[in-house]
């Protein structure tokens, strides 16, 4: 089969994310938790030292052997404050103790508040039944042991990981380098520039470049993307290879719109193997987003997404943000997708993959946005995202669901 034919997306995209190298490293000396987050881990998180480091009291209470609390009550022979070793526990009495506090040596098992009364500097267990030995302990390594890797490689650092990143605090943190990412429009009908507002006055003939600016929209705010750059080039077949050659050079990645399909002025493949990109597959067996155009030069992803503004927004984000994850350093580059229940079905069934946008109506449930075809640029507007509904689907029920947010 010719590698460049019709598709499927997820055969297409297994293809192009195996052509893909990730960008290079950069250390970042006592990172603040601003300048890490949400940036891709370029070496393993690995424990200092067991977690928690000591035992810990999981409750506020009393530290006690479970023996002696059970027969009888105890005086409280003092405290174990957080923060500080802890005394012994000696023979016959209770320590009071605070949730984090470290175990006492000699105590077996925590009581907490609500199960004693306490009267005259003595505590009695009141419920002996609800409370065995070694109760409300947390032991040391329990959560993970020292030399234990408890974030691998190629992780995004979510707030969650931010939590296990700083509580071992190490002074250097090695990540991947952020993503350059160039958008090159194509189109001599267009009007573009770098601001939205441009073009005023325009011929019924022109119009305006929207995808531009929504590529913008989709990839300027991930974490993991440092500079988008945007240009516009005619439809010739030198000025786009230069213009792409160019921009693959400076850039991680380059994602074009428009000229991908059958027209005379649709150069944007030729363009591209031109600029000595070798090319991954075009068309899909999907909609919108059928002429998809892939390839790459030293391990950079050169997407030719078509020019529909439908189909740039549902096969940039589909396609393009996994191979830009995969440029960006993550493992999990095309990350399995929630489902949402489309309430109801409309229209006929095809036999491909079909993207269709939908607006969320309640966890879990979604309906399907009012909108023309891959050209209406009116009917998507305040849609959350798409579901990708399997070839030949006809009805109502559980689709994959990509939201527009990255
Ligand atoms: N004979 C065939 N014609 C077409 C086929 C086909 O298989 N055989 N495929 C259709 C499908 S599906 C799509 S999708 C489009 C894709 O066409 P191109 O990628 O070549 O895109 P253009 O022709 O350059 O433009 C299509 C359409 O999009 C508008 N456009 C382009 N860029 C922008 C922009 N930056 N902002 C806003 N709008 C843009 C452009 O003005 C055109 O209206 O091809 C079908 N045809
Ligand atoms: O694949 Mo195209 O975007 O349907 O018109």
Not at 95 to 100: H, S
Not at 121 to 144: F, W, Y
Request: hydrophobic content about 40%; glycine content about 12%; overall charge neutral.
């Amino acid at each position: 089969m010719d590698p460049l034919d019709s598709v499927a997306p997820s055969v297409a995209l297994d293809r192009l994310l195996r052509m893909i190298g990730s960008v290079g490293t950069e250390t970042l000396q006592r990172p603040t938790p601003r300048e890490l987050a949400g940036r891709v881990l370029a070496e393993p998180l690995v424990l200092d030292r067991d977690s928690p480091a000591c035992d810990v009291s999981a409750m506020d209470g009393f530290a006690v052997r479970m023996a002696e609390i059970a027969a009888g009550p105890l005086p409280v022979g003092g405290e174990c404050r957080i923060g500080t070793a802890p005394p012994r526990l000696a023979a016959g009495i209770a320590l009071r103790i605070y949730t984090g506090s470290p175990i006492p040596a000699g105590a077996d098992t925590v009581v907490p508040l609500e199960l004693v009364k306490e009267t005259d500097g003595t505590v009695l267990l009141h419920a002996v039944d609800s409370l065995t030995a070694g109760a409300n302990l947390r032991r040391q390594g329990e959560n993970a042991r020292c030399g234990a890797q408890v974030i691998p490689v190629g992780t995004m650092i979510s707030p969650a990981a931010m939590t296990a990143l700083a509580a071992v605090g190490p002074p250097t943190v090695a990540v991947y380098r952020r993503l350059r990412l160039a958008i090159l429009t194509t189109g001599d009908e267009l009007v573009s520039g770098p601001t939205i507002s441009h073009g005023t006055t325009l011929t019924r003939w022109q119009l305006r470049d929207s995808n531009g600016p929504a590529l913008e929209a989709l990839f300027g705010t991930a974490s993991w993307i440092g500079t988008v750059t945007r240009g516009h080039v005619l439809d010739t077949l030198a000025g786009l290879s230069d213009a792409i050659r160019a921009a693959s050079a400076e850039a991680d990645a380059l994602v074009l719109t428009g000229g991908v399909s059958k027209g005379a002025y649709d150069h944007v493949p030729a363009a591209v193997l031109a600029a000595g990109g070798e090319g991954v597959f075009h068309r899909l067996n999907a909609r919108p987003g059928r002429p998809t155009f892939a390839a790459v030069i030293d391990g950079k992803p050169i997407i030719g997404l078509p020019g529909n503004p439908l189909a740039v927004l549902t096969s940039g984000r589909r396609i393009v943000t996994p191979a830009l994850r995969q440029r960006a350093g993550f493992s999990a580059c095309d990350p399995p997708s929630p489902t949402v229940e489309l309430v109801e079905w409309s229209g006929k069934s095809l036999p491909l993959t079909w993207w269709r946008p939908v607006t969320l109506i309640g966890p879990g449930h979604a309906t399907l946005a009012d909108l023309r075809g891959s050209g209406d640029t009116c009917g998507p507007a305040s849609s959350d995202g798409f579901i990708e509904a399997p070839p030949n689907s006809d009805k109502a029920g559980i689709y994959g669901y990509y939201s527009w947010m990255i």
